[in-house]
């Protein structure tokens, strides 16, 4: 006979999870630093009865769901992904509200358990408040909405399915390859049923993050590839800084002198000035980043996924002799771009590769081009930093005024907008994880939210979060949450007055920014081209009890940091930003343009989109 526990399955689930724990590397920490919710009909009486009998697994209060996901993700990726949260929520669009979270975290492998609350299980009240109805069947709810953007669904119809499901959310949320958003469907009556559940159950359980070795032979081929490799480059990519590998690649590329591009989520993990770093890589790199990929003859991607950012869609690799070796954790990533694929740990692939080349080093021709197109690229940014907008200030001055306030081991975050490409091009990052970029999903919102996540992860840390007035608009409310729990920010609120970003892609489409103003509706054209709008977003902060400080020029701005560094609570510095003067881009980026339309101006951006397209390659 074992011996078992009465609990109601909401108190199983939140005693199972104080009780997970990740390790690698010797090291060990709680899987789990609490939970954060949102409390309705379909959670109050479960989940949320649970967590207040259970005070050593904190609760966090939010005041969006989607957010609090937000937060959550963002701890987990200052933390590698060894430690995420759990989140609460009631049925209905409670829990709906969490799938644009999930899709963040599942685009981005980052892990994070979601606990929707579902509709009866016993169905005996149908339709509850909330319930979406269906003629055909009564097995669904909304939250099978979350099956697509979830790496493991469940619903939890029966107290005693709580032992395997949780056991199978675990492996998926601590296993690098797999991670994402776990989703366990808790039906309301369900949460709140007593189980008499195994005592086991609630043992400590350490979950070992293994380091997975890639194939000895593999190895072999692509260090003999390497070895015959005129015009190498590293793509690096974020599992370079989830597997702390951003030493063994620091070692390893310094000796060989093979240049590494970045891509967003693996901006920091050489620091900027490293000699073989060229900085960021793709549509928004740096002119030497993609001149380099251009004629590489072995691109070796490390922890990247090549999203279109990064491959320039498709464009970036024009060397016909190229060959790609992807290491990656993941086989689904090792085997893209038709790579000789090394499936395995970032840290430990690099050190294999090491030791097998100790001979290897670029030639002396191909280091000078590098260190040129490096030195090029420090006195641009350099200009842009110190350029002085006549009207309002420019974006890049802004980041250079936040860079370089900053200190080393701060964080800069972002997400959406015009700042990421800035960001990617111009931050000069100096700790592997001073460069925080939501890109996979690039969701307007996450900012605030994600700041807020960054900062428990790390308080020792100032966070920049860097946010556009579209995304402010979007989802700022977790400012108040960060001065509930003393978590403090400094955000850097730029007014560009509407989606610059969007409206100069829609400018360079042909289509001159049409819906991306903050304008009047304006009754002589029938359009929103009117006068400006009479919002107040440094009001808006400050009503939401942060402390804000209004600024109309950059030395107005560098002043502002300065206080608002000495706030004890998150401060909010504002400024105006001219949208029209953006920051060059040097690649091309495929978004489609009509292919009928009376504008000459629509005509001319398809002829120069068919122009870039002939460069498109497929690699196999
Ligand atoms: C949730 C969401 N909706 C829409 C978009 C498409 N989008 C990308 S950037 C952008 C505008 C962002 O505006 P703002 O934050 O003011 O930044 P700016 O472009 O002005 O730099 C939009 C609408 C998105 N990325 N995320
Ligand atoms: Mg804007």
Same mark, same amino acid.
């Given at each position: 006979?074992?011996n ?12 199972f ?5 990740s390790e ?10 609490g ?6 009909h379909?959670?109050v009486?479960g989940?949320?009865q ?13 005041r969006n ?33 969490m ?29 509850? /408040? ?6 055909y ?9 979350f ?5 493991? =669904?469940?619903?939890i ?5 709580l032992?395997?499901?949780l ?11 797999e991670?994402?958003a776990v ?23 350490? =979950? ?6 890639a194939?000895?032979?593999s ?5 003999a /590839?390497?070895?015959?490799?005129k ?17 063994a690649?620091?070692k390893?590329v ?18 900027y ?6 900085g ?6 740096t ?9 590489? %003859? ?5 922890g ?8 320039i869609?498709?464009?970036?690799f024009?060397n ?7 290491i @990656? ?15 395995? %740990? ?16 670029v ?9 040129k197109?490096?030195?090029? =690229? ?5 200009e ?67 700041g ?7 308080? +020792?840390r ?7 007035d579209? +995304? ?28 610059a970003?969007i409206?100069?892609l ?21 359009? /929103?081209?009117g006068?400006?709008l ?5 009001? @808006? ?6 402390v804000?400080?209004r ?7 560098k ?18 930003? %001219? ?8 690649? =091309? ?12 101006s ?16 497929i690699?196999?």
């Amino acid at each position: 006979m074992i011996n078992t526990k009465r609990l109601t399955t909401a108190q199983a689930i939140i005693e199972f999870l104080q009780n997970q724990f990740s390790e690698r590397d010797g090291m060990e920490q709680p899987f789990f630093a609490g939970c954060f919710g949102i409390f309705g009909h379909g959670n109050v009486g479960g989940i949320g009865q649970a967590l207040s009998q259970y005070p050593s697994f904190r609760y966090y209060q939010s005041r969006n769901e989607q957010s609090m996901v937000h937060t959550a993700i963002a701890y987990a990726k200052v933390k590698n992904r060894l430690s995420t949260f759990a989140c609460t929520s009631s049925i209905g669009p409670g829990a709906t509200n969490m799938i644009t979270g999930a899709a963040v975290a599942t685009i981005n492998r980052l892990p994070v358990l979601l606990l929707p609350g579902d509709i009866f299980s016993n169905r005996s009240v149908d339709p509850v /408040l909330q319930q979406l109805e269906n003629q055909y069947t009564n097995d669904i709810s909304v939250n099978d909405c979350f099956k697509p953007v979830s790496k493991y =669904w469940d619903r939890i119809n029966r107290p005693e399915q709580l032992t395997a499901a949780l056991q199978k959310a675990m492996r998926i949320l601590t296993s690098p390859s797999e991670t994402g958003a776990v989703t366990l469907c808790l039906p309301q009556d369900v949460q709140a049923e007593a189980y008499d559940f195994p005592l086991h159950f609630f043992n400590k359980k350490v =979950w070992s993050v293994a380091r997975a070795r890639a194939d000895k032979i593999s190895i072999e081929k692509a260090a003999a /590839l390497i070895s015959k490799s005129k015009t190498p480059v590293i793509i690096s990519g974020g599992g370079v800084i989830y597997s702390e590998a951003c030493a063994a690649l620091k070692k390893w590329v310094n000796r060989t002198g093979i240049p590494t591009v970045e891509t967003y989520a693996g901006k920091g993990s050489l620091r900027y000035d490293e000699p073989q770093n060229l900085g960021a890589a793709g549509v928004t790199g740096t002119p030497g980043a993609i001149a380099v990929c251009r004629q590489a %003859d072995v691109v070796i991607g490390i922890g990247t996924r090549y999203s279109d950012f990064t491959s320039i869609s498709q464009s970036a690799f024009q060397n016909p002799e190229v060959r790609f070796i992807n290491i @990656n954790v993941s086989e689904f990533d090792a085997f893209k771009q038709g790579a000789l694929a090394l499936t395995g %740990d970032a840290r430990e692939t690099i050190a294999e590769l090491d030791k097998l080349l100790k001979d290897y080093q670029v030639s002396s021709n191909y280091s000078a081009e590098i260190k040129k197109y490096q030195a090029d =690229w420090n006195k641009t940014t350099e200009e842009i930093y110190a350029y002085r907008h006549d009207r309002l200030a420019s974006q890049g001055e802004v980041i250079g005024a936040v860079n370089n306030f900053s200190k080393e081991r701060d964080i800069v975050l972002c997400a959406a907008g015009s700042l990421p490409g800035d960001l990617h091009k111009l931050w000069r990052t100096r700790d592997p994880k001073g460069f925080h970029l939501e890109y996979g999903y690039s969701c307007m919102g996450y900012e605030i939210s994600g700041g807020l996540g960054a900062k428990m992860a790390d308080p +020792s840390r100032e966070v920049y979060v860097m946010v556009g007035d579209g +995304s402010y608009l979007m989802m700022s409310q977790e400012i108040i949450t960060s001065i509930q729990e003393g978590y403090k920010l400094i955000i850097i609120l730029i007014n560009n007055n509407g989606y610059a970003s969007i409206g100069g892609l829609s400018k360079h489409l042909g289509t001159e920014g049409f819906g991306t103003y903050y304008k009047y509706r304006n009754n002589e054209t029938g359009h /929103l081209d009117g006068n400006c709008l009479p919002v107040d977003l440094a009001a @808006n902060a400050e009503s939401l009890g942060a402390v804000v400080l209004r600024t109309k020029s950059i030395d107005e701005f560098k002043t502002a940091l300065v206080k608002a560094k000495e706030q004890p609570v998150t401060a909010v510095v504002y400024i105006e930003t %001219d949208r029209e003067y953006q920051t060059a881009d040097y690649a =091309w980026w495929e978004v489609p343009v009509a292919q009928v339309s009376a504008s000459p101006s629509v005509r001319e951006s398809l002829r120069k989109l068919t122009v870039n397209r002939e460069e498109k390659r497929i690699h196999i």
